[in-house]
């Protein structure tokens, strides 16, 4: 199966990209349909699930979860759906071409040789589109979204350490960083549908 899988950074896009993405190649997007579907195959409420999913990511949880966690019902709970995540990527991968937004999806399905994407851009461009597309109650000062964004890239490298001593955002960890500061992302997701493509017909696994 070919899968795509991108990392971003928050504002610059990614969500948008893999949207179009997916739908251009033909290919199934996920994103939110991660957490409703873990939390429909656990019987959870669909939001504990993302933020279980979410707390996760400020927990010094090794891959091999072979910790004890003693009486600690949350945190045990938050490991079964860590390791239900798992389960359900690798299950979506062997299932259909697809691409996937964020979920640590790149390093979690290593072995079925995705094609890597890393999205971003300068902080203006960011604050910028975080104000566009912000709901009227989430009204921040650019200076709040500045702190906000890096909030969150910042909780996004974390996660990313939990599964792979490396850096995120590192470019030798991808096969393709796009910079969207002022650009269109419609009109540049044809060329990254080709360049997807392309690697696809002539990568091969190593």
């Not at 400020?58 to 009486?71: K, Q, S, V, Y």
């Not at 697809?98 to 971003?120: N, W």
């Amino acid at each position: 199966m070919n899968i795509i899988t991108i990392s971003r950074e928050f504002g610059s896009g990614g969500r948008e990209i893999g949207r179009r993405l997916a739908d251009i190649l033909g290919y199934t997007y996920y994103d939110r349909e991660i957490e409703i579907s873990i939390a429909e195959r656990m019987n959870m409420d669909v939001d504990y699930v993302a933020h279980a999913m979410d707390q996760e990511m400020l927990m010094n949880i090794p891959l091999h979860f072979g910790r004890t966690f003693g009486d600690s019902y949350a945190m045990k709970q938050q490991v079964d759906i860590l390791v239900e995540k798992q389960r359900f990527l690798k299950e979506i991968a062997s299932a259909s071409h697809c691409v996937i937004v964020g979920r640590a999806a790149d390093v979690i399905l290593s072995e079925f040789h995705p094609f890597k994407m890393f999205i971003y851009a300068d902080m203006e461009h960011k604050i910028k589109r975080c104000q566009k597309y912000a709901k009227e109650e989430e009204n921040l000062s650019p200076r709040e979204m500045k702190k906000m964004i890096r909030k969150v890239d910042s909780r996004r490298f974390q996660y990313h350490r939990m599964f792979l001593n490396t850096d995120w955002g590192d470019k030798n960890q991808y096969h393709l960083c796009v910079n969207t500061t002022g650009v269109n992302i419609k009109s540049i997701v044809p060329i990254l549908a080709d360049y997807s493509s392309a690697w696809f017909r002539n990568s091969k696994p190593e």
